[in-house]
Each structure stands twice: as C-alpha cells, then as structure tokens.
Nanobody, 131 residues
Framework: QLQASGGGLVQAGGSLRLSCAAS????????IGWFRQVSGKGREGVAC????????YYADSVKGRFTISSGNAKNTVYLQMNSLKPDDTGVYYC??????????????????????????WGQGTLVTVSS
C-alpha cells in the first residue's frame, strides 16, 4: 500500500511537502516515484528516488524547484515542492517501481518517469496553486 498526503491550497511562489508512506512490499526492492495528473490528461512523471544509491530523477518541468527524498520515518518518501506555479496544480500520486528499472533509459525516455512501469499506486492528494 502507498499512502500519499500533504496536498492543499497554496499561492503561487509558495511551498508544500508531500509524503508517501509505503507498506506491504519490500521497500528495498522498489523505488518510489511521484506523478501528477490534471483533469482530462494522463499522469505526468515528476520525480523518482533510487533506493540503491539515492539518486533522484526529475522531470524537466520541476528541476530546481522540487526535491524528492527519504526521511527518518521508515519507508517514507517526501516531495518538497518550492516556487510553486499554477501549472503545478493537479492530483499527485506516489507509486512503486522495481528498483532495477530506476535510471534506465529506453528509446530516450527515463523509465522511472513513465507510469506504465509502476506496479503499485497510492490514492492521490490534491495540490492547488492559485495565481
């Protein structure tokens, strides 16, 4: 199971921190990624954290603003979102991908940012950024 939390309403330029608590699978065998979805569109990969060496991977749209990390809480991954823009509005999901797929690039695409490669999904948490 994956439990995402921390969404809310924030003004442009503000910050939010999302949390994802994972259970029911061997955390080291999987990595956690974050996706977001705007109504009527598919899920967009935002970030993923390698459980092996801790390397983070980000979509170009959030580089320099978002930070994915693991925390002191067991099996929890965070997404710190700074300098939020109205375009960041959406439902944010955390999901689990087999650890060996993180960092793999196929046909120019980072597998860790493609939703089809994920095995488990949590419920979403809504982030609304007002202008």
């Amino acid at each position: 199971q994956l439990q995402a939390s921390g969404g809310g309403l924030v003004q442009a330029g503000g910050s939010l921190r999302l949390s994802c608590a994972a259970s029911g699978f061997t955390f080291g065998e999987y990595a956690i990624g974050w996706f977001r979805q705007v109504s009527g569109k598919g899920r967009e990969g935002v970030a993923c954290l390698s459980t092996g060496d801790g390397t983070p991977y980000y979509a170009d749209s959030v580089k320099g603003r978002f930070t994915i990390s693991s925390g002191n809480a067991k099996n929890t991954v965070y997404l710190q979102m700074n300098s939020l823009k109205p375009d960041d509005t959406g439902v944010y999901y955390c999901a689990a991908i087999k650890a060996y797929l993180v960092g793999v690039i196929r046909e120019g695409n980072l597998l860790a940012l493609r939703e089809a490669n994920y095995d488990f999904w949590g419920q979403g948490t809504l982030v609304t950024v007002s202008s």
